[in-house]
């Protein structure tokens, strides 16, 4: 009977780790990062609280399904897709950095759906 209830203790706090590890990553993003997805996808899309709300949102959902180490990598490719020269063609061409990008662009799908 001692072992049952070390076992049932055992997976009770292994529950609650698990609990308290789904906050966190979902809010892994810094606040300066939700901040600068709001600004560009103001900038892009309009000003107003509706258009202030639909971003938060659509950066919270993003966080949601990528880790933010995931997103700054997928931002990096982006941003190094656009500089030009022979060396920045890795960023456009190797499997990596596509999928990285895919993964990126699915969740700003996502977002775009459930929150625009």
């Keep these: 009977m001692m072992r049952f ?3 049932l203790c ?8 698990d609990a308290q590890s789904v906050p ?9 990062a939700r901040a600068d997805y709001i600004f560009g996808c103001m900038a892009a899309n309009g000003q107003g609280q509706d258009v202030l709300r639909k971003c938060a949102c659509s950066i919270d959902r993003i966080a949601s399904i990528l880790p933010y180490a995931q997103y700054i990598e997928a931002e990096t490719v982006l941003s190094m897709q656009q500089t030009g020269g022979e060396r920045m063609s890795i960023f456009r061409t190797t499997r990596m950095a596509q999928d990285l990008v895919a993964e990126l662009r699915r969740a700003q799908a ?4 459930i929150c625009f």
């Design 5 to 7: 209830g070390l076992l």
């Design 10 to 17: 055992a997976g009770l706090l292994a529950m609650s780790a």
């Design 24 to 32: 966190e990553t979902i809010n892994d993003y810094p606040t300066e």
């Design 110 to 113: 996502e977002a775009d759906i």
